[in-house]
């Protein structure tokens, strides 16, 4: 089975650390959109600048440039049995886009309190010192999450994609909570 796997939730739901795992278990690759933007953002040109700048404020990226760097990365041949896909897409216009070439196989959310969330993010960026973990762009992306993403997780909810597991407890607790999914209810 081809998996196509997306992962969602607010950020510091554990989205990352559990795409590892996952990719692990099943075998096939894992990446963020977050991060191909980091890498498309680490470049001299001024494309990269602005990547940087949009980052670094919290807002999104722009759809058409996310649009090209994932599909250059979904055309690279180890994608060719599956992926798994975390932090796309984040609005209406992400999906359709992604609507027009294929379907997941299964939205996996990771649904934390607002206060772990935050929580979280604190912790991970005295390890990280991510530029973007300011307290303004944290607020900024949690506000795109709540007005954007969570709306369009419905179009994925009505087609029956959705997986909702619970975020909270050890990287452990919350691995043997999507892995059960994914091998019951319907399976990835
Ligand atoms: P993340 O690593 O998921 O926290 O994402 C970091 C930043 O990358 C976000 O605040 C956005 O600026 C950008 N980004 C990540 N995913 C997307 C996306 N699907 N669409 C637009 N921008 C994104």
């Given amino acids: 089975m081809m998996h196509r796997i997306f992962l969602l939730g607010p950020q510091g739901c554990g989205k990352g650390t559990q795409a ?4 692990e278990r099943l075998g096939i690759p894992q ?14 040109d001024e494309l990269a600048g602005r990547i940087r700048a949009i980052q670094e404020s919290g807002e999104l990226v722009p759809g058409t440039v996310v649009a090209e760097v994932l599909r250059a990365r979904l055309d ?14 984040r609005n209406q216009d992400q ?6 070439h ?3 196989t299964a939205v996996i959310v990771i649904e934390v309190p607002r206060d772990v ?10 390890i990280e010192h991510r530029t973007d973990d300011t307290p303004d762009a944290i607020r900024r992306r949690l506000e795109i999450y709540d007005q954007d993403t969570e709306p369009m997780i419905n179009n994925y909810r009505a087609q029956g ?12 607790e919350v691995s043997d909570r999507i892995l059960g999914m994914c091998t019951i209810q319907g399976g990835c």
Avoid at 95 to 100: I, L, P, V
Avoid at 117 to 126: G, L
Wanted: hydrophobic share 35%.
């Fill in 20 to 23: 590892v795992i996952l990719s």
């Fill in 76 to 89: 690279k041949p180890d994608c060719a049995d599956g992926y798994i896909l975390d932090g796309f897409p």
């Fill in 95 to 100: 999906y359709d886009s992604y609507a027009k």
């Fill in 31 to 44: 990446f963020s959109m977050g991060g191909l933007l980091r890498e498309a953002a680490a470049g001299t």
């Fill in 161 to 172: 994609l959705v997986r909702e597991v619970d975020g909270v407890g050890t990287v452990e």
């Fill in 102 to 104: 294929d379907r997941p």
């Fill in 117 to 126: 969330s935050i929580e979280r993010i604190a912790q991970r960026s005295r």
